[in-house]
């Protein structure tokens, strides 16, 4: 069964935190009145908030969707093998290595350069299992952007396609996060770049 979020504006208030502290039970950093929060208690409500985060622009509560680093453990990005080829020399620098930080560079410098309202469509492909603490969803995306900076035209609309499996987490205070995302090429990608490429062109 396909399961679908369209990001969107909606006037909900999020609950006061910090960006690096220890997530709060409640909810997520102060993004301001325009930004919706759910606590994430199942994986359905982190996919939810990622697209509320993207749709208003809200960084914080972006990133609360992923782990917080620790000695131990650290959120992950894998780019598809093809867009790193593509990518010639560059693909190291562009890819490697892909950690928390490099989440949050990329989304900032996406945020600087579009339009408030940035879409994100989800459909679920394979379902999680969240009997056990750590579990995966695969979903298709099609995440849409309108720049107003940047390599492209002000005003252009551009589409990134692709196939994403998020691997996720439930902590000791029973709330999902992504831990690691692992990016895929659409089958029918009608001429879009995927969300690692755009990722890439901001790290």
């Known amino acids: 069964m396909a399961l679908?979020?369209?990001a969107a504006g909606v006037l909900l208030v999020a609950v006061?935190?910090?960006?690096?502290?220890p997530r709060d039970a409640d909810g997520p950093p102060d993004e301001?009145?325009?930004?919706?929060?759910?606590?994430?208690?199942?994986?359905d409500k982190v996919l939810e908030n990622l697209a509320?985060?993207?749709?208003?622009?809200?960084?914080?509560?972006?990133?609360?969707?992923f782990i917080m680093d620790s000695p131990t453990d650290s959120f992950r990005f894998h780019v598809d093998p093809q867009d790193s080829l593509d990518a010639g020399q560059e693909g190291e620098d562009r890819y490697a290595h892909?950690?928390?930080?490099?989440?949050a560079t990329y989304v900032d410098g996406v945020f600087l350069d579009s339009t408030m309202g940035i879409d994100v469509v989800f459909t679920t492909v394979e379902e999680p299992d969240e009997s056990e603490d750590e579990t995966y969803r695969r979903e298709d995306y099609e995440l849409t952007i309108v720049?107003?900076?940047?390599?492209?035209?002000?005003?252009?609309?551009?589409?990134?396609r692709g196939q994403a499996t998020f691997w996720m987490r439930?902590?000791?205070t029973q709330l999902w996060s992504i831990f690691e995302w692992v990016d895929r090429r659409a089958a029918d990608p009608g001429g879009s770049a995927t969300w690692g490429v755009l990722r890439g062109d901001y790290r």
Do not use: K
Request: hydrophobic residues 30%.
């Open 4 to 6: 679908a979020w369209l």
């Open 16 to 21: 006061p935190g910090c960006l690096f502290g």
């Open 32 to 43: 301001g009145p325009d930004i919706p929060w759910v606590t994430p208690t199942d994986t």
């Open 52 to 65: 509320a985060a993207l749709a208003g622009e809200g960084i914080s509560n972006y990133m609360d969707c």
């Open 98 to 103: 892909w950690r928390r930080d490099d989440e």
């Open 147 to 160: 720049w107003q900076y940047g390599d492209h035209q002000p005003g252009e609309s551009v589409t990134y």
């Open 170 to 172: 439930r902590d000791e």
